[in-house]
């Protein structure tokens, strides 16, 4: 069974460039998260969407943009890049749904540089 | 608003020895999770807890889970070199926002 896809892998970029991101869940899982990952702010939850309707939000400005596909595929987008973005993004899925333990499954994440 | 503590957030032991890593959370919650990352590289699962008195293993490794004291704690037991990496735990609140928040992880080093 494939697991969580992200891609690129590693991408650079300048500053006030935007960027996009793509996350293909494990098969049958309708719930695909994102999150950013930086040695100053640890692990903080971006979004989540289920069925192609984003559920929750974090606290990110508006830059940060998402959406989900009929088959569950996953994109996030950044635009006007700022150094502060450079992550590691993780894409997450998961069941989600009546039974389901809400365990995440996670990508290899999208190494973001911005310079 | 949720909070996870994890302490110690580093920890260097040598092989053999055992230790305890604890993960504290702020509000009501009868899931968590415990992560392995590796540097570089993405997010294991190791454990699923998900209800008071939950005790799981796998290897040298055991979580558990006191819901009424909001704890969990990641035992290692006779450490290997292997078991070296980050270890995050995470938890979804009972009420509020439904998003899996993170503890700020404990870098474990084991050396020979």
């Known amino acids: 069974k494939a697991g969580v896809t992200q891609t690129p892998r590693y991408l650079i970029k300048t500053r006030g460039q935007q960027v996009t991101l793509s996350c293909s869940p494990i098969s049958g899982h309708r719930s695909v998260s994102w999150y950013q990952q930086t040695p100053g702010q640890g692990l903080q939850f971006l979004f989540e969407y289920f069925s192609e309707t984003q559920r929750n939000k974090g606290n990110f400005p508006g830059r940060f943009s998402g959406r989900q596909f009929s088959n569950s595929r996953s994109e996030m987008n950044v635009s006007t890049l700022e150094l502060g973005d450079s992550a590691l993004y993780l894409c997450?899925?998961?069941?989600?749904?009546?039974?389901?333990?809400?365990?995440?499954?996670f990508g290899e994440g999208s190494r973001l540089t911005v310079l | 608003e949720l909070k996870v503590e994890q302490n110690p957030l580093f920890l260097s032991m040598q092989e053999g020895k055992n230790y305890t890593i604890y993960c504290n959370y702020s509000?009501?919650?009868?899931?968590l999770y415990w992560y392995r990352q590796d540097p570089g590289k993405s997010l294991e699962s190791l454990f699923v807890?998900?209800?008071?008195?939950a005790v799981k293993q796998e290897g040298r490794l055991m979580a558990s889970l006191d819901t009424k004291a909001r704890l969990s704690t990641l035992h290692i037991t006779a450490a290997v070199h292997d078991l070296s990496a980050t270890y995050f735990c995470a938890v979804f609140p009972i009420q509020g926002a439904q998003k899996l928040v993170f503890g700020q992880g404990t870098r474990l080093t084991i050396n020979p």
């Open positions: 509000t009501t919650s009868d899931r």
């Open positions: 997450a899925s998961s069941l989600a749904g009546g039974g389901s333990t809400g365990e995440l499954f």
């Open positions: 807890l998900l209800s008071n008195g």
